[in-house]
């Protein structure tokens, strides 16, 4: 069996693949929205995991389910749920695999690159008071309870889901401040949206083209707003992929 962290669309087309060519496939998904879209998609000998693993409990579920293989699809942010990943994968003998997707050229003059939630926070305060977040709801605390931004009217971009509207509203968020939407968003509906809510600086990660950050930074320079990118994590990977091919044809030797 191949075990994939399918936290994201990668991870859900890869088990696709792997499912149509006759493997076993066991995925882990974050959420239960996460679940519901894997299920609804995928057709074959699936099994799905929502409960968190950490190292001990990833450990103890390869070796039960007789994993072969396995293919790190996580977010390209989650940078703890692939050092759990290999450090497992290592004890137990079992080969992995990181997928990992393209970056978007940051070619925008108007584009700062920073290194954290916090020093997003901060850079985001010096470029204007309406702020636009753009960066999902696990980190959005380290954006409300930011000093920086105490004078900001913060506008979050969030899925429509119940447990995330609630954490919003948590937060201390207004109706007014929450967009609760599904993407994929194209340049236009962003940039109607940056609009609609005064944006003066909008805040993303550089999650590549499948998470919407090229038209992001059109739809920002359309409008000449600046851009703060979370710059993603740099990890040393055992194996690395940035394409469905080399994936597929990694799992095949095992």
């Known amino acids: ?42 057709k074959g000998k699936l099994i799905i995991n929502e409960k968190p693993l950490d190292e001990s409990a990833l450990e103890t579920c390869l070796r039960e389910q007789n994993i072969h293989c396995f293919v790190d699809a996580s977010h390209p942010y989650a940078v703890h749920v692939s050092e759990n990943a290999m450090a497992a994968c290592r004890a137990c003998g079992v080969p992995y695999i990181r997928y990992e997707r393209s970056l978007t050229e940051l070619t925008y003059e108007k584009i700062h690159v920073v290194h954290s939630y916090e020093e997003a926070a901060f ?81 993303t990660k550089n999650s590549g083209t499948i998470g919407g950050t090229d038209t992001k930074i059109a739809a920002a320079a359309s409008l000449k707003r600046p851009v703060i990118v979370i710059d993603r994590p740099v990890l040393r990977y055992d194996h690395l992929a940035h394409h469905y091919e080399e994936v597929l044809s990694f799992v095949k030797d095992f």
Do not use: W
Not at 10 to 28: C, F, P, Y
């Open 1 to 42: 069996m191949i075990f994939v962290a399918a936290g994201t669309q990668d991870g859900r087309e890869l088990v696709k693949l792997l499912l149509a060519q006759g493997h076993e496939v066991m995925a882990s998904v974050v959420s239960h929205y996460g679940e519901q879209l894997l299920a609804a998609s995928a």
């Open 123 to 203: 850079e985001a305060a010096a470029c204007g008071r309406h702020v636009f977040l753009t960066t999902g709801s696990r980190n959005l605390q380290k954006f409300t309870e930011a000093e920086a931004l105490k004078g900001c009217i913060l506008t979050a971009r969030v899925l429509p889901t119940a447990e995330v509207i609630a954490l919003c509203e948590k937060l201390g968020l207004t109706p007014g401040q929450i967009v609760a939407m599904q993407g994929p968003f194209s340049r236009e509906l962003n940039e109607e949206l940056f609009r609609k809510y005064r944006a003066e600086v909008i805040v």
